[in-house]
Each structure stands twice: as C-alpha cells, then as structure tokens.
Antibody, heavy 118, light 107 residues
Framework: EVQLVESGGGLVKPGGSLRLSCAAS????????MNWVRQAPGKGLEWVSS????????YYADSVKGRFTISRDNAKNSLYLQMNSLRAEDTAVYYC???????????WGQGTLVTVSS | SYELTQPPSVSVSPGQTARITCSGD??????VYWYQQRPGQAPVLVIY???ERPSGIPERFSGSSSGTTVTLTISGVQAEDEADYYC??????????FGGGTKLTVL
C-alpha cells in the first residue's frame, strides 16, 4: 500500500525556518517525481515545488522561489522541503504528492500544518 | 504569471449533469488534470491528460478539451460528488499551476 506521511509542521515566527519531511512507503520511491502542494486555510490548492526522480529537474512556484528548497533522499525514501524566510502568507497545510506521469498526482499524504505567526 | 480560470461555483440537482470549465492560454499545448477535494480530505485525481480516467474513478466523470478551455463533466451527479474541484496544468517552463477551484453543490 502506497503511503505518504508528512511531518515537521508547526508554529514558527515570521522570518523563521522550518523543514518538512515526507516519508514514502509501498512503492519504488526512486522511480517517481514528487511534489509539494499547499492549501492556506479556507483557500484553494497551490502547487509549491516538484523534483524529478533523480533530482535532476527541480521547479518552484514564483511565490516560494529563493526561499524554499526541495530535496529528496532516495536511500531513505524521503522528500523534504526546507522553508526559509517564512511569511504569514506561507501559513497552510502542506501536502506531498507522488506524480505518476506529468501532473498526475496519484497519491497524497494527509498534510502537515505550518503556521507562521508572531 | 500563468493562470487557470475556473468558475467559483456550480450547482446541479441530483441526476443532472455538471460541467466545470478551466481556461488558460497554454491549454492547447498542455494537458489538464482534475482533482476532487472533499472537506477535510486530501485531493483525489479524477481525470488526467484532459480526458483519461484513473482506475477506480466512476465512469460518470469525463473530461474534454476545446482550444483554451477544458471541461470536467460529471453525468448523473450524486450527492457524494459534492466537493471542490481543481484543474492543474503546467506552463512551458515546467512549473505547475492550479485553477482557483470550483465548489460543486448538489441541490
């Protein structure tokens, strides 16, 4: 059974940093591109970042470029999102999602809540 | 930046057909993917590559494309289809973008 479990969310002050993790199981992690998607409270989905299976291709939304860094460790079946210079508008539930091809995000985690507030 | 436009809301009675559109300048060249999100749950892929249906998704869900507009059609809408629906596509640089979402209300 495919499982994606996010962790690392919490309350952080503006300007602070946080590192999210996504533990994958039930599939060959190293064969799939992975993504982070977020959803602010009461708002729509926002794609954040993607990373190819071998980390060769990395993309970011303009809203996080230069502040967030996506990475993965295929040996540990884990996906990461390093978030720096956090702002109030980064407050959201962050989901990791597997891409089975293109933008077919076929499996999602349950999400982890990041709250940026003083 | 690239944008996808969806209607904020669509309402239909049970058994009727719901159509949700997604418009964007790059859509003639890029596939669209549709996601259903029920309250408090993670999104679920219901249509990929404009019109393909993943296994396990009911046949009443279908997708079509015409020019800069892609349409998600739900035939014979059921109460359980009430949810938010999002389209997702990519621009030429590889970045993805979601539409603003459409709340489907089953009357």
């Amino acid at each position: 059974e495919v499982q994606l479990v996010e962790s690392g969310g919490g309350l952080v002050k503006p300007g602070g940093s946080l590192r999210l993790s996504c533990a994958a199981s039930g599939f060959t992690f190293s064969s799939y591109s992975m993504n982070w998607v977020r959803q602010a409270p009461g708002k729509g989905l926002e794609w954040v970042s993607s990373i190819s299976s071998s980390s060769s291709y990395i993309y970011y939304a303009d809203s996080v470029k230069g502040r967030f860094t996506i990475s993965r460790d295929n040996a540990k079946n884990s996906l990461y999102l390093q978030m720096n210079s956090l702002r109030a508008e980064d407050t959201a539930v962050y989901y990791c999602a597997r891409a089975s091809g293109g933008s077919s995000f076929d499996y999602w985690g349950q999400g982890t809540l990041v709250t940026v507030s003083s | 930046s690239y944008e996808l436009t969806q209607p904020p809301s669509v309402s239909v009675s049970p058994g009727q057909t719901a159509r949700i559109t997604c418009s964007g300048d790059a859509l003639p060249k890029q596939y669209v993917y549709w996601y259903q999100q029920r309250p408090g749950q993670a999104p679920v892929l219901v249509i990929y590559k404009d019109s393909e249906r993943p296994s396990g998704i009911p046949e009443r869900f279908s997708g079509s494309s015409s020019g800069t507009t892609v349409t998600l059609t739900i035939s014979g809408v059921q109460a359980e289809d009430e949810a938010d629906y999002y389209c997702l596509s990519a621009d030429s640089s590889g970045t993805r973008v979601f539409g603003g979402g459409t709340k489907l209300t089953v009357l």
